[in-house]
């Protein structure tokens, strides 16, 4: 029995092990919606990928996705849709590569979204947050002491079990060597990527994503980048968001909304439409005309208590150092105004960029204060920018310089919904939180 038993036990190993070889990178749960969700993972080659799931509370009726075939011209990436979901119940699923099963030591999980609306107050949810993700490659980094720090904040991210990963730009730090080619731009996304920290987290957890400079091109880049469209695909090919802008070919921006229980996330994109910063006519703009319509108009529509504006810049710190806002004065009057005018409640900003974290108030006469929770850096270096601002919007206590991450998590019911704000270190100690009540933002 002994000489049957082995041989199989090593054919299975060395399969397994196999098959964990051509995973380069993944899976990684993108949206969940009711009745369909989206997986995303990364092969080393070409490769035959299918993905089989079922719900945990009828593992007995399995379901698989469509094959299909990862190919190089798009990095190898993958993105199945699984679309024989119900609303509001947790499914396991399991890779196949080449019609084998990747076995793998951690858990692959996933939650369609809750049919809750006219039927019980909104589900109670988390959402992680950060931004600034910088992992070393000495090969092509600057010389000296690496500007990325260890990766173990993934695994505390992950052991908060949030229902959604928000990445606020500057995901990957795309290098000198890396922006002016494919190549270059394919092969950064893939080493940041494939750390062996953060695959759990990716696994189980919805994960949504914005860019800022770092992921679009050169330091502060703008629309003038003559490689933006590629630095685009390649931020369509590594991440799994619902929409990218408006247009019918989503060729303009990567700007995008999502719903989740009763918040409504605004994904902005503050780079492919930006005018130059050393630019001395003509308008002065972040986010373009087209996008700040869409927003608006996007914002007004919207019945979500809260609605959450995610862009990489800062928006309420009237510092006008870096890349700010207060750097682009009349378009932010006008959005500010635009919010007002409009009577939109439930409005905060989120924000990353600084490498440093903070909580920007603004109050306003006869309406309700607008809030800027910004939260960086992951796991690149920590700046120490805030001494020379005069941040009058500071709520006290909130400033943290050092590596970190957040949560906001929407809790209570109907009449007393509200979000904790949450700052933890890379070890998940928490070091502040603030409750902002529904109330507070009406």
């Known amino acids: 029995m002994k000489k049957i038993l082995l041989p199989l036990f090593l054919f299975l190993f060395t399969v397994s092990f196999s098959q964990s070889n051509i995973l380069q990178s993944g899976p990684m749960v993108g949206y969940c919606e009711m009745k369909e969700a989206m997986i995303w993972l990364q092969t080393t080659k070409e490769t035959l990928v299918r993905i089989d799931y079922y719900a945990i509370d009828n593992p007995k009726e399995k379901f698989s996705s469509d094959t299909q075939k990862s190919e190089s011209s798009n990095g190898f990436t993958n993105h199945i849709v699984l679309n024989k979901l119900q609303p509001g119940k947790q499914y396991h699923y399991d890779v196949f590569l080449d019609g084998k099963k990747v076995v793998l030591p951690y858990e692959t999980a996933f939650s369609s979204k809750k049919l809750w609306l006219w039927r019980e107050d909104a589900p109670d949810f988390t959402v992680a947050f950060g931004s600034c993700n910088y992992i070393n490659e000495e090969a092509v980094d600057r010389p000296g002491k690496g500007y990325g720090s260890g990766y173990e904040i993934y695994e505390s991210i992950h052991a908060k079990k949030p229902n959604i990963m928000l990445w606020g730009g500057d995901n990957i730090y795309l290098r000198e060597a890396d922006w002016d080619s494919k190549t270059g731009i ?257």
């Open 186 to 442: 394919y092969h950064r996304y893939t080493h940041s990527r494939s750390i062996k920290e953060l695959q759990p987290l990716l696994a189980s957890t919805q994960n949504f994503a914005i860019w800022d400079d770092h992921d679009f091109g050169p330091n502060d880049g703008d629309r003038s980048f003559y490689f933006k469209y590629e630095t685009q695909n390649a931020f369509k090919n590594f991440w799994a968001n619902k929409t990218y802008g408006t247009d019918a070919n989503q060729k303009e921006g990567i700007y995008s909304t999502f719903n989740w229980g009763d918040a409504q996330f605004f994904l902005l994109d503050d780079r492919f439409f930006k005018s130059p910063n050393d630019r001395l006519t003509g308008e002065k703009t972040i986010i373009g005309s087209t996008q700040f319509e869409w927003l608006i108009d996007a914002l007004s529509s919207s019945k979500a208590t809260f609605k959450i504006i995610v862009i990489g810049g800062q928006v309420l710190n009237p510092s006008a150092r870096f890349e700010n806002y207060e750097n682009y004065p009349k378009e932010k009057e006008k959005l500010l105004s635009e919010i007002e005018a409009n009577k939109i409640k439930g409005v905060l900003f989120l924000t990353g960029d600084r490498h440093f974290s903070e909580l920007s108030k603004l109050n306003r006469e006869n309406t309700y204060p607008l809030y800027d929770w910004t939260v960086s850096p992951l796991t690149s270096g920590v700046g120490n920018s805030y001494k020379d601002d005069v941040n009058t919007n500071r709520v006290e206590g909130s400033l943290f310089a050092q590596n970190n991450f957040g949560t906001l998590s929407f809790s209570g019911n109907k009449t007393n919904r509200q979000l904790k704000l949450t700052l933890f270190d890379v070890q998940g100690k928490e070091l502040w939180n603030k409750v902002i009540t529904k109330k507070e933002l009406e």
